[in-house]
């Protein structure tokens, strides 16, 4: 088989209870965030898209160190998957914010 054992890694569940955890903490933090400060809200949006990347990294290489890559081909079935979670999570976050933004520059162009 090319992708190993199965094409869905067998930590799957455990990689979705992750970016349930993940978006959980990166929810709260940009709220807390922007209840103390609401002009602070980009910059705790960027800070909470970065603190997520380096998770990401963390989770990654916490799994390679630990004996992942001697799975053999599951190794590019974790990868694989954990990526195209990751970039589905974050494809759904610019998506809504861009979304969410339109009506705000229909306003600014309007008043200008």
């Known amino acids: 088989m090319q992708y190993g054992e199965s094409i869905v890694h067998p930590k799957a569940d455990w990689l979705l209870l992750f970016y349930v955890g993940l978006t959980l903490l990166t929810f709260w933090l940009t709220w807390r965030a922007y209840q103390r400060d609401p002009e602070s809200l980009l910059t705790a949006w960027f800070s909470t898209t970065a603190l997520r990347l ?38 759904f976050e610019v998506w809504n914010v861009v979304t969410n933004l339109r009506p705000f520059s229909k ?6």
Do not use: H
């Open 107 to 112: 306003q600014d162009l309007e008043a200008s």
């Open 54 to 91: 380096v998770l990401a990294l963390v989770v990654v290489v916490t799994y390679l160190v630990r004996g992942g890559a001697q799975d053999g081909r599951n190794t590019w079935t974790f990868l694989g998957l954990f990526f195209a979670l990751y970039f589905l999570y974050t494809g």
